[in-house]
């Protein structure tokens, strides 16, 4: 592994610690906003907020059916899908991670509706409609839904000076955003051409899908269903295409990177350590295991020295790869594993990758704890337990009770 023995533009300057430290910011409040006061337990941790949302009643199942007299009564009507509609949020549509949950818990107290927290779809809904008709008529049987659509921010705790020239930690907005989808529950009935309904309901727009207007609603039928009309046939979505392979859709993963890169790293070399205790991130001999909490000693073999390389800054937050002294690896998340919670840091020869990229969020001056985040996943890096041996490994909003707070002195 190359390296070079010049310091990184800006990184003395970033890491610098010599100010005094300023008075401790208030414990934030429950959803945490751009510009709140943050705390140093909150460095290793990430919040969602929601910046838009857009509520659309929608119909998923429809069915254009025709009652004539004598054939009122309770009618089960097997009705074609509208509409399909997933939860996701951002490219993942599998609501797997905290940061995911949180969010759409997010959007169910912003828009004050009972949307849905987990993986689904509107396709997993029975199709069939059983309503009692009382009156004679052209209907059309629908299930329907409240459609929830809008865009997400990551908040990240960060140091941010202030008017006076004082520091806080306040809570920006950091690596992740993106768009969600969810719904709420599904609702079902029969609607005629006649009837009276609620302005921009689930209803109303069952209502204006009958197309009342049309010749087939507007002609004689038999009872029983009706053929679409041209305005039914525009709304009924494109079948979607399998994959070759018979799989699902992937999730997102990073571009495989082979070639190695020479990195320009700081003259400082670094421990990462959990504030107040001996143990620190220690990087494997093996190329099969994981970075570990581990003692710090002369029998440490500099794998417990970490360098930063290629350092940059924006908005006061550095970005920088993470080289070990002892093994010449980079710190990185494996690709197979870039999209799983809970997956263990890894070290590999150093490539141009972001998976091999890190954000580092900075307490006050004076102090030198930190919060780490990787670039591509967005997730931060923590650890299950305090303990010798323990994995050091990524969680998507981090660990709430502070143990993803680490120290960043010289080694």
């Known amino acids: 592994m190359a390296t070079t023995a010049?310091?990184?533009?800006?990184?003395?300057?970033?890491?610098?610690?010599?100010?005094?430290?300023?008075?401790?910011?208030?414990t934030r409040t429950t959803e945490a906003r751009p510009g709140d006061a943050c705390t140093a337990a909150d460095l290793g941790t990430r919040h969602p907020y929601i910046k838009t949302t857009e509520v659309s009643p929608t119909i998923t199942h429809f069915k254009g059916w025709y009652v004539t007299e004598g054939t009122t009564g309770q009618q089960t009507v097997s009705t074609d899908t509208t509409t399909v509609i997933t939860v996701s949020v951002g490219l993942d549509d599998t609501i797997e991670t905290s940061f995911a949950t949180e969010a759409l818990s997010n959007v169910k107290?912003?828009?004050?509706?009972?949307?849905?927290?987990?993986?689904?779809s509107t396709s997993k809904e029975s199709n069939s409609v059983t309503w009692n008709l009382t009156q004679p008529g052209y209907y059309g049987f629908y299930k329907g839904t409240k459609k929830v659509t809008g865009t997400y921010g990551s908040l990240n705790c960060n140091r941010a000076q202030q008017d006076d020239g004082s520091w806080a930690l306040e809570w920006t907005e950091g690596s992740g955003s993106g768009s969600f989808t969810t719904f709420t529950t599904l609702e079902e009935g029969a609607v005629r051409c006649q009837d009276s309904v609620p302005a921009d309901s689930i209803m109303a727009r069952a209502q204006?899908?009958?197309d009342c207007g049309s010749a087939s609603a507007q002609a004689d039928h038999p009872a029983g269903a009706v053929a679409p009309t041209a305005r039914q046939k525009r709304e009924s979505p494109a079948p979607r295409p399998?994959?070759?392979d018979g799989t699902s859709t992937p999730r997102s993963t990073a571009s495989a990177s082979t070639t190695r890169t020479a990195l320009d790293c700081s003259t400082e070399a670094y421990k990462i350590a959990v504030p107040g205790k001996p143990l620190s991130w220690g990087a494997p001999l093996l190329a099969d295991d994981g970075v570990r909490l581990r003692p710090s000693s002369i029998f440490s073999a500099h794998l417990?020295?970490?360098r930063l390389c290629n350092v940059t800054e924006r908005n006061g937050v550095i970005e920088a790869s993470l080289w070990n002294w002892g093994n010449g690896g980079c710190a990185t998340v494996a690709e197979q594993n870039a999209s799983t919670e809970?997956?263990?840091?890894?070290?590999?020869?150093?490539?141009e990758d972001d998976l091999q990229r890190f954000y580092i969020y900075r307490d006050v001056p004076g102090s030198s704890k930190i919060g780490v985040q990787n670039k591509y996943t967005g997730s931060m890096m923590g650890y299950d337990r305090y303990a010798d041996g323990e994995f050091i490994r990524q969680y998507s909003s981090g660990r709430q009770d502070g143990s993803g707070t680490f120290d960043l002195p010289l080694a």
Do not use: F
């Open 342 to 351: 809970r997956a263990v840091l890894m070290t590999v020869p150093c490539a």
């Open 304 to 306: 417990d020295n970490w």
């Open 109 to 120: 107290a912003t828009v004050g509706l009972d949307v849905k927290l987990e993986y689904t």
């Open 242 to 244: 399998a994959p070759a």
């Open 208 to 210: 204006a899908l009958l």
């Open 6 to 26: 010049t310091a990184a533009a800006g990184a003395a300057t970033a890491l610098s610690l010599a100010a005094p430290p300023a008075a401790a910011a208030p």
